[in-house]
Structures are given as C-alpha cells and as structure tokens.
C-alpha cells in the first residue's frame, strides 16, 4: 500500500533555529512529491515540486531536497511567519488523485 | 490567473437545509477535485473530476452531491448534513488528473 509519513508530528523553534521536516515515502511509482504550506482556516500553498533523487529547491529560507526514499524540507533562521502546518503530497504513477502525508504542525516563537 | 475561487468562505446550515458549495479556476485545468478537511488533519479527497466527468468518487454520503457544469466549474450539493460533515470544504485543480494541485482557500462549514 502506498503510505507517506511525516515527522515530527509538531515542532516549536525558537526564531533563527534551523530545523528539518521529514517526509518518508512507501510507493510503487513516485512521479514527483510536493510540498505545501497551509495556514489554519486556509487553503494549501504550493511551495515546491521535486521529481528526481538529488534534486534540491529553494525559496527564500526554505529548501526542500529529494531521495528515493524521503524528502526534507530545511527551513533556515526560521521567522514567526513561517509558522504554519507543512504538508508533502506524492504524484504516483498512472494515479489520479496525490497521496498526503499528516503534516507537520510547526511553530516559531519570537 | 493562477487562482481557485471558492464561495461561499463560511456557511452555517441545518440538518434540513439544501446548499451549494461553487468553485472556479480559469487555469484551463482539465482535472478538479473537493477535499474535506477536519482540524490537525490533512485533506481528504471526496471527488475527482477529469475532462468534466466523475472519475472518482471516494464512497461520499449521497448527501454530498458534486456537479461539473463545465470545465471552469466545480459545485458540491449539500443536503441534510449532520453536525460531524462540520469542516473547511477546499477545491482544487490540476492540470490532469494526478498533477500538482492547485488549492482555493476552501468554505469553513459549520452543521448545527
């Protein structure tokens, strides 16, 4: 069964700690991943779509990079705007609908 | 246009109530979709509709019922709602089906 899991579940940073989320992948045919941002009461934001092992993105103090089997979303020198939940979704092959993970609920205390 | 309109951004209806939710994108995506979304949740995919046709529906409570009346269109029926179908309702498109997803800022529905 195609499974995506994230970690942490939750995570609070003190603004400018660097951090990691983590998005692990069990599929049988990944096409890309993505990443978005939602805020509460609000709908996703695409942030970053990656294809291939390897690949790394960037947008102003977050990065998301790609293995064959996880994905990282690196966020650097957090601000209190950045709080917020992100999630990743997986595009399979020959799908029509993406596969989410949980999210990760994260928070940046000034 | 990059954007998914979504009306009404709250509803508050009763169980014996009938509303629409409307969705719009003029993105000349072929593929759009109704997800539900409970809080600390992720969404969840109700309906997918491809080339304007139902394509998945994801065992939805017939009390929920989409219509697609043209490309740039996307409604979901709501009639005799219980309080647990209480949650922000998002729209999204895709380019086809499968693809990067393009979300609207989704109605906050609330069942009494």
């Known amino acids: 069964e195609d499974q995506v899991t994230q970690s942490p579940e939750a995570l609070r940073l003190q603004e400018g700690e660097s951090s990691s989320l983590n998005c692990s992948y069990t599929?049988?045919?990944?096409?890309?991943l993505f990443w978005y941002r939602q805020d509460p009461g609000k709908g996703p934001e695409f942030l970053f779509t990656?294809?291939?092992a390897g690949e790394e993105k960037e947008k102003e103090r977050l990065k998301a990079t790609l293995t064959k089997k996880e994905s990282f979303l690196h966020i650097t020198a957090p601000k209190p705007e950045d709080s917020a939940t992100y999630l990743c979704?997986?595009?399979?092959?020959?799908?029509?609908?993406?596969?989410f993970g949980q999210g990760t609920r994260l928070t940046i205390n000034p | 246009d990059t954007e998914v309109t979504q009306t009404p951004k709250h509803l508050v209806m009763g169980m014996t109530n009938k509303k629409s939710l409307k969705c719009e994108q003029h993105?000349?995506?072929?593929?759009m979709y109704w997800y539900k979304q409970k809080a600390k949740k992720p969404p969840e995919l109700m309906f997918v509709?491809?080339?304007?046709?139902?394509?998945i529906n994801e065992s939805v409570p017939s009390r929920f019922s989409p219509e697609c009346p043209n490309s740039s269109l996307l409604n979901l029926h709501l009639h005799a709602l219980q309080p647990e179908d209480s949650a922000l309702y998002l729209c999204?498109?895709?380019?086809?089906?499968?693809?990067?997803?393009?979300f609207g800022s989704g109605t906050q529905l609330s069942v009494l």
């Open positions: 599929v049988s045919g990944l096409r890309g």
């Open positions: 990656l294809y291939s």
């Open positions: 993105m000349g995506h072929r593929a």
């Open positions: 979704a997986v595009q399979l092959q020959g799908a029509q609908k993406l596969v």
């Open positions: 999204a498109s895709s380019r086809e089906a499968g693809e990067k997803l393009f």
């Open positions: 509709y491809s080339y304007e046709k139902l394509s």
